[in-house]
């Protein structure tokens, strides 16, 4: 089956109880078992594996074409599982252009866990060549990359991880499957932060993890989401599991509108540089109609004028709200040098956008008076 059916189907078969087609919320913590601990219906505790989740994670699997999925509380839940998964002692290459919080990860917290970070541009394969090793366990890439929406080649970088014997991991939050399959390209792992588009309404928090293969990786990840706790609310799995019905249809929009913003900005003469894969002029342009179906809603923009009119325009703006995060219904700007924390990596020029489902031509309008 074609994705736009899994997105809907996958996980939603009708409760055999009562027919409800929209799936059962079942909050119970606990679940009976026989006087030995045989789990007859095949769940023990809420943080082991709860049957709302299990259905999100059939569609999970599903859907990035892999063999066994974890949905976790938060995208963040998702990367310190999978990382802390990794062998003690072993190296983790990390793509420079990062999400703040794994770069904060792996900055802070790796040398604790006995794992050694380093970071290269994965754009550059010679340069992801030198860097990995023997000791590297584990090569992870996001593409597009947040906020330069640098495009990593995943198949270019999976054979490099397996060279070593590595595995690659891709976080995969801003295209989502709907847009692009690492696993299909040879990636081990995908991550998402489902609090963005899986999601899609701006309303709840969740993390996955999915398998290409249900190996030791796999279960050493399970273990650990039970053993840290990082299980989610049973609703939040529910309303991911909606969010995904709608998945393959929001991301249509949000592509569409991105790329008539990410024009219209190409143009302006208050704009020093856009960055948006589906744009002709981006680097990354090619590789990216290669192994995406789409180029997503997301976009960066440097602006003439520096930081200050970086912030005049974000606070110009009306439809575009100051807001972090992403991947909702509605447009959002943010300023990324002034929340990356006392060593900020984005330019101070820049802003990143989530174009939204609004109309694009309200939001060009609204763009083109905060840059006048
Ligand atoms: C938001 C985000 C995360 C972290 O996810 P949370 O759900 O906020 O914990 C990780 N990677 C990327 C690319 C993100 O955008």
Same mark, same amino acid.
Request: net charge negative.
């Given at each position: 089956?074609?994705?736009?059916?899994?997105?809907?189907?996958?996980?939603?078969?009708?409760?055999?109880?009562?027919?409800?087609?929209?799936?059962?919320?079942?909050?119970?913590?606990?679940?009976?078992?026989?006087?030995?601990?045989?789990?007859?219906?095949?769940?023990?505790?809420? @943080?082991?594996?709860?049957?709302?989740?299990?259905?999100?994670?059939?569609?999970?699997?599903?859907?990035?074409?892999?063999?066994?999925?974890?949905?976790?509380?938060?995208?963040?839940?998702?990367?310190?599982?999978?990382?802390?998964?990794? $062998?003690?002692?072993?190296?983790?290459?990390?793509?420079?252009?990062?999400?703040?919080?794994?770069?904060?990860?792996?900055?802070?917290?790796?040398?604790?866990?006995?794992?050694?970070?380093?970071?290269?541009?994965?754009?550059?394969?010679?340069?992801?060549?030198?860097?990995?090793?023997?000791?590297?366990? #584990?090569?992870?890439?996001?593409?597009?990359?947040?906020?330069?929406?640098?495009?990593?080649?995943?198949?270019?970088?999976?054979?490099?991880?397996?060279?070593?014997?590595?595995?690659?991991?891709?976080?995969?939050?801003?295209?989502?499957?709907?847009?692009?399959?690492?696993?299909?390209?040879?990636?081990?792992?995908?991550?998402?932060?489902?609090?963005?588009?899986?999601?899609?309404?701006?309303?709840?928090?969740?993390?996955?993890?999915?398998?290409?293969?249900?190996?030791?990786?796999?279960?050493?990840?399970?273990?650990?989401?039970?053993?840290?706790?990082?299980?989610?609310?049973?609703?939040?799995?529910?309303?991911?599991?909606?969010?995904?019905?709608?998945?393959?249809?929001?991301?249509?929009?949000?592509?569409?509108?991105?790329?008539?913003?990410?024009?219209?900005?190409? @143009? %302006?003469?208050?704009?020093?540089?856009?960055?948006?894969?589906?744009?002709?002029?981006?680097?990354? %342009?090619?590789?990216?109609? @290669?192994?995406?179906?789409?180029?997503?809603?997301?976009?960066?923009?440097?602006?003439?004028?520096?930081?200050?009119?970086?912030?005049?325009?974000?606070?110009?703006?009306?439809?575009?709200? #100051?807001?972090?995060?992403?991947?909702?219904?509605?447009?959002?700007?943010?300023?990324?040098?002034?929340?990356?924390?006392?060593?900020?990596?984005?330019?101070?020029?820049?802003? @990143?956008?989530?174009?939204?489902?609004?109309? $694009?031509?309200?939001?060009?309008?609204?763009?083109?008076?905060?840059?006048?």
């Amino acid at each position: 089956m074609r994705l736009e059916t899994l997105a809907v189907h996958s996980g939603a078969q009708a409760d055999e109880e009562t027919g409800a087609l929209s799936p059962p919320l079942h909050l119970a913590t606990t679940f009976l078992h026989a006087p030995d601990g045989t789990q007859d219906h095949g769940y023990l505790y809420q @943080r082991y594996g709860n049957p709302t989740q299990h259905r999100l994670e059939q569609a999970l699997a599903a859907l990035d074409a892999g063999e066994r999925a974890l949905f976790v509380s938060t995208g963040m839940a998702a990367a310190s599982t999978m990382l802390q998964a990794l $062998p003690s002692g072993s190296q983790v290459v990390f793509q420079d252009d990062l999400y703040h919080g794994v770069r904060a990860l792996a900055q802070q917290w790796l040398p604790r866990w006995g794992l050694r970070a380093r970071f290269v541009d994965a754009t550059d394969l010679d340069a992801l060549r030198e860097a990995v090793t023997p000791d590297t366990s #584990c090569l992870w890439i996001e593409s597009p990359s947040n906020p330069l929406m640098k495009v990593v080649d995943i198949a270019a970088a999976a054979g490099v991880a397996h060279e070593v014997g590595a595995l690659l991991v891709v976080d995969g939050t801003f295209a989502t499957p709907a847009l692009q399959q690492p696993l299909t390209l040879g990636a081990d792992v995908v991550m998402h932060s489902a609090t963005k588009y899986m999601g899609g309404h701006s309303d709840v928090m969740g993390g996955a993890l999915v398998f290409a293969r249900d190996a030791e990786h796999a279960n050493s990840a399970w273990e650990i989401r039970k053993l840290h706790g990082a299980t989610a609310n049973p609703f939040a799995a529910w309303l991911v599991m909606r969010g995904l019905r709608s998945l393959s249809a929001r991301m249509r929009m949000h592509c569409e509108n991105a790329a008539i913003v990410a024009q219209a900005l190409a @143009r %302006h003469p208050g704009v020093e540089a856009v960055h948006y894969p589906g744009l002709d002029s981006h680097p990354g %342009h090619t590789l990216a109609a @290669r192994q995406m179906r789409g180029f997503g809603g997301m976009l960066s923009v440097q602006v003439h004028g520096g930081r200050e009119k970086a912030l005049h325009v974000a606070g110009t703006l009306q439809l575009f709200q #100051c807001a972090t995060s992403l991947g909702g219904c509605e447009s959002l700007v943010e300023h990324r040098a002034s929340v990356e924390g006392p060593e900020p990596t984005s330019p101070q020029n820049l802003l @990143r956008l989530s174009v939204g489902l609004e109309h $694009p031509e309200d939001l060009v309008a609204d763009l083109e008076r905060a840059l006048a």
